[in-house]
């Protein structure tokens, strides 16, 4: 046996008891004849105390362990008369009698504390000792607590955790698969899942009724800032029901995740808003709803009064950030760049101060007076102090432009907090887009999707026009789960599958397996999958979902710990009947 | 809404209640003015019932439900006259008075029965309405009730659940990886885990000190019975631990296990085998302890007596099949034509019938007089009445054949029950096998076992000598998990590899991030992992992983509901840099 103790579990009910601990040398402390070790595990911190000159030998012993050194130690638990009152075991010391190294260490690469002066590639390096840290092993904790109480939760309503294949098929739609060569099948491959989808609802199918699963699910991407090749989804279908039924069990979990991690009670159902209604108000479908400052749009008060470009546009909106009438120049020049940069992509800011005196200025004071000035001030519910910002241009880009401004007046004027947790819906998105470069229509959550009832007849008519019966969770400005009602019935997603452009021959090869079982009475069924990552991520207040996963890959797909991907030997390329090209570029 | 209920929950206490229920319909009966139809869901079977005489319009409708049809039922709950106690809902039924058909159904390709009239093949193909058959639901709904028992039961041991990464590297040791081609490193590839085996001791390095994860694991073999490209495990590791601390812990889990899940409380610890004793009672690290029948050695007392057979052999061993001194000529036959099938491997059999009289006949009679006969059934524990089997050869595979012939007869006699569970731990393997044909030496468990530290000298001296720090959790004759304390010293890593046969320059390629992280304080850890499915079927009762996997692949790896692996387009290998070369065979 090892310890009798962790290091996080001694207190001063203990003192008086001969115990042996185990753990990692934090932090080595010499004052005068004393040495005083921090020994550390992953349940706390243990002071370790030698006297030099009650027993030299050892104290010296004491004095030559470095940092992260692995050690045993066996002594007695003693009152400390300088206490820490901020760690649990900040009462006690352990008077050593015995210390053993188990393991030395070498100097390690950056120090192992939360503010560590290694950078983000050292750490990906040595990831096995940027975990030690104690703000990457919170993460982690958080982590195993979320998954328990979702499996939990998911369980005591009667869903029933099945797991799908990891080895299925690829097919053309949506991101692009990873492959998996088959060696006992030359030239055929499997494909990892970039989702359950079909599987899960084979298994409404199949009776299950309720289904769910924590799982890894897989995109080959062009990487993008904070993607990860591999990610995790919580993932779940329910038989025989409509849309609200499904909102009703889901919003029950996030409440139950809310209330038992984060100690957060959240009365009431979650607020709801339509696609379009979240597009107007907020510029996107993910609204971060902490806070308001809304978009409302100018068109009808501004224009015609002579400024060309308003009244050559498609539409203007403003929002009003508040308190903001007195920013300098240069403040309204750094706005200025914000939106002119290519991924916000307006050609300019129209502002207006509307100042505590009650006066307006404006950039565009030229074309309009200041009794129009306050009538758009009205619109856009601003007091005196308050600075509104106005673009114009086409209508959905303006609003994207719109949106992002929002949220950076949010982050520049600290508008939120972290411990605020603001679920909302996104309902009634489009069930189609039109891709122009491609001259088809592509699904806008997937091809499986159920349009509204009452816009089938639409399908034929206009397509763009058709809602469907799709569903976005979003928790302060995060998209943090979507899902749908999906299509059961054979001739619609035989529709489905001709609109988006599928030959029969196509349809049945890829999706023959899902299209037969629509044969044999499927029931009505829906479902929806978390972004686990994200939502792990948000609940511990970190921005990128690399903070919560223990093993990520950086952003060009690679784990440079473990150094992969990497070449393989000609002989196992050999076997699975696969020669590699290097194409010109 | 769908349902107010299940089809499972409605009782005698709901009688005259207004319900609606949804599900599919299992059986459909008309008796002279009445139909009655068994609708089935998830949760069970509740019986609809429609009058002639009352609402003949409804009940015509009804008549025309075919098997398998998804229908909607609104009606009141009734006292049945004909009560079924067999199931939680036999005592009442639903007089209907509205019914929707939510779909339809073809007649499916075989019956939705426990002893159903489809072929393996046709089932896998259906594996959707496969699913539906109460025997496969069962499976499932056990192995989702084990899940969350192993995850709570872990969690309340402190265990933290960490997702290891599934695009890992290739290795050359062990099995074969399925590998992913990298799209945006062309060339290079990511592995599939055989399992997370490194990514667990990083764990324990990064101070987790208690880990679990039930997880994929992927495995390119050769297909055999019985195994799955990707299966599931339990895979622990702990930090500071012995042997016997793991032993411990794990006991306590199947102890747990088997109190909650299937009622059996098993007292005291778990037996204890060394593999060789394993080897030299039952013939094989995987006994069957259910019941006795141990193979003795029977070399001293039958050498030297003129039969040749037995004097020019390494080794002669029986047992002793109780009861069966009147097998007929037939019988033995058949006995001696399984011992000589090649996978069992023997020359031929020799028996001694010790008869209920007390005399004795052999097939060595010529050799053996009748008292040194029953010197054999002496040694072998034998009763007249007993049957005594001696076979001779090589000592390993004789003791392998007698081993099989063990598990024969206890199938000839259904000497054990599918509810007894008998765990044993099998202790101190060897560390490495020599093989002949690639002359060099290979981990028997893999290459990061630690050595017993008695036995380190050996390593130079005597390598196949040394025994291993590994244990095998063996129930019932199935191996259901096994582990190991690992090295977790540097040089000592270092000195396996080079055993191993791997250059200075392979081991760092392959290894050397573990190598690297056993330079900051690696600690003493150790652990294990369990074959899920296998633990699954044992406690189903099911002989074949395949019945409790949701979506099985068959024995050459192809999933024949969705048709993969498949071919895949030139458009998407190209993407890869990879083309196909189709070898002449």
Chains 1, 2 share one sequence.
């Not at 990873?178 to 055929?188: I, K, Y």
Request: negative net charge.
């Amino acid at each position: 046996m090892y310890r009798t103790h962790t290091c996080g579990e001694l207190t001063g009910k203990s003192v008086g008891k001969n115990v042996i601990l185990c753990g990692w040398v934090q932090r080595s402390r010499d004052l005068g004849g004393m040495t005083f070790i921090d020994l550390r595990d992953r349940y706390g911190i243990t002071q370790l105390v030698f006297n030099m000159e009650t027993n030299a030998t050892l104290c010296k012993q004491a004095r030559k362990l470095g940092r992260e050194f692995v050690i045993q130690a066996e002594g007695t638990v003693a009152e400390r008369s300088n206490k820490n009152l901020k760690i649990p075991t900040g009462k006690i010391e352990i008077i050593v009698n015995r210390i053993e190294i188990l393991n030395a260490s070498e100097i390690p690469p950056f120090t192992i504390e939360n503010e560590t002066d290694g950078g983000d590639e050292l750490r990906m390096k040595y990831r096995y000792l940027d975990l030690r840290r104690n703000i990457v092993k919170e993460a982690l904790e958080l982590r195993h607590k979320m998954t328990q109480e979702v499996r939990n939760y998911l369980s005591s309503k009667k869903f029933i955790e099945v797991e799908t294949p990891m080895l299925i098929k690829s097919t053309p739609e949506g991101a692009r698969d990873f492959l998996v060569p088959s060696r006992l099948n030359a030239g055929q491959f499997y494909a990892l899942p970039q989702s359950p989808q079909t599987f899960k609802q084979l298994l409404m199918i199949a009776c299950y009724d309720r289904y769910f699963q924590i799982v890894k699910c897989f995109r080959d991407e062009d990487f993008r800032a904070d993607r990860q090749p591999e990610f995790t989804q919580i993932d779940c279908e329910m038989a025989f029901v409509e849309q609200e039924d499904v909102l009703n069990a889901f919003e029950g979990l996030v409440k139950d995740l809310l209330l038992k991690i984060k100690g957060v009670e959240f009365d009431g159902p979650f607020p709801r808003l339509s696609y379009n209604e979240a597009v107007e108000k907020y510029g996107n479908d993910k609204p971060d709803i902490r806070f308001g400052m809304i978009i409302r749009e100018l068109s009808d008060l501004v224009k015609g009064k002579g400024f060309n470009v308003f009244d050559s546009v498609e539409y203007i909106g403003g929002i009003c950030a508040e308190g903001c009438a007195e920013y300098s120049r240069k403040q309204m020049d750094a706005l200025t760049d914000f939106v002119k940069k290519p991924q916000i992509g307006a050609k300019g800011l129209v502002y207006v101060k509307y100042n505590t005196d009650g006066t307006c200025k404006s950039s565009v004071d030229k074309f309009y007076s200041e009794v129009e000035l306050k009538k758009w001030a009205a619109l856009l519910e601003a007091k005196p102090g308050d600075l509104l910002l106005v673009l114009a241009g086409d209508k959905n880009e303006t609003l994207n432009a719109l949106g992002e401004l929002r949220l950076e007046i949010r982050n520049i004027l600290n508008l939120i907090s972290k411990e605020i947790y603001a679920p909302l819906w996104i309902l009634d998105f489009p069930l189609l887009e039109w891709d122009e470069e491609t001259k088809r229509y592509y699904a806008k959550h997937h091809p499986f999707t159920s349009p509204k009832s009452e816009d089938i007849d639409l399908l034929d008519k206009d397509p763009v026009a058709v809602r469907a019966n799709a569903y976005d969770m979003v928790i302060n400005g995060i998209e943090v789960g979507g899902g749908s009602i999906r299509i059961h019935d054979r001739q619609l997603q035989q529709k489905m599958f001709n609109i988006l452009g599928f030959t029969q021959e196509e349809a049945e090869k890829q999706f023959g397996f899902l299209m037969n079982a629509f044969r044999y009475g499927a029931p009505p069924h829906g479902g929806i999958a978390f972004g686990f990552d994200r939502l792990v991520a948000l609940f511990a207040g970190h921005d990128s979902i690399r903070d919560v996963i223990a093993f990520p890959k950086n952003n060009s797909g690679r784990d440079v710990m473990i150094d992969t991907p990497a070449t393989i030997s000609d002989g196992h390329l050999k076997e699975l009947s696969l020669q590699v090209v290097h194409q010109k570029k």
